[in-house]
């Protein structure tokens, strides 16, 4: 089995016509996934190569989404937690943030995910009326009891 990083996907499923570098290594990245039968694909991976699209080249969710589940359907990629970018697949389509619901889909067991930092993702998240509450400690819309 082979493990992929970020960069080998993003060149696969990126045309930057404006790279040098993209033109010599777009075909390198298609061969590897036409001729390897069995193909690794780490969550953390996932992860980057969302912000990859997102920050870098500039890919609104849809098409993240679209990249991602082509990915998950590939026959000779095998992927870490695929139940969980499933999952967090499917909150980012209904507008959290894929590292926020890839947290949320891999602590759904528990009854809420305190965080000081995203009181937009509470918002977010209680909109949703998600299993998990978010809970921002010291705010006045949030109890800290479960």
Same mark, same amino acid.
């Given at each position: 089995? /082979? ?17 040098? !570098? ?25 992860? !980057? ?31 870490? !937690? ?7 697949? !499917? ?42 509450? /978010? ?12």
């Amino acid at each position: 089995m /082979i493990v992929l990083d970020t960069d080998i996907l993003a060149r696969f499923y990126v045309d930057d016509p404006g790279d040098p !570098e993209s033109a010599k290594q777009r075909p390198i990245a298609y061969e590897i996934f036409t001729t390897n039968p069995n193909l690794f694909v780490p969550l953390t991976v996932f992860l !980057e190569l969302e912000w990859v699209l997102r920050a870098f080249y500039r890919f609104d969710a849809a098409q993240v989404i679209q990249v991602m589940k082509h990915l998950l359907g590939l026959p000779n990629v095998n992927v870490e !937690e695929v139940d969980r970018i499933a999952a967090a697949l !499917e909150l980012l389509e209904q507008g959290l943030d894929f590292a926020d619901a890839l947290h949320l889909a891999g602590n759904r067991h528990c009854e809420a995910l305190y965080t000081f930092d995203d009181r937009r993702f509470a918002r977010r998240a209680r909109r949703l009326e998600l299993r998990t509450r /978010i809970v921002v400690p010291g705010s006045e819309s949030s109890s800290m009891a479960p």
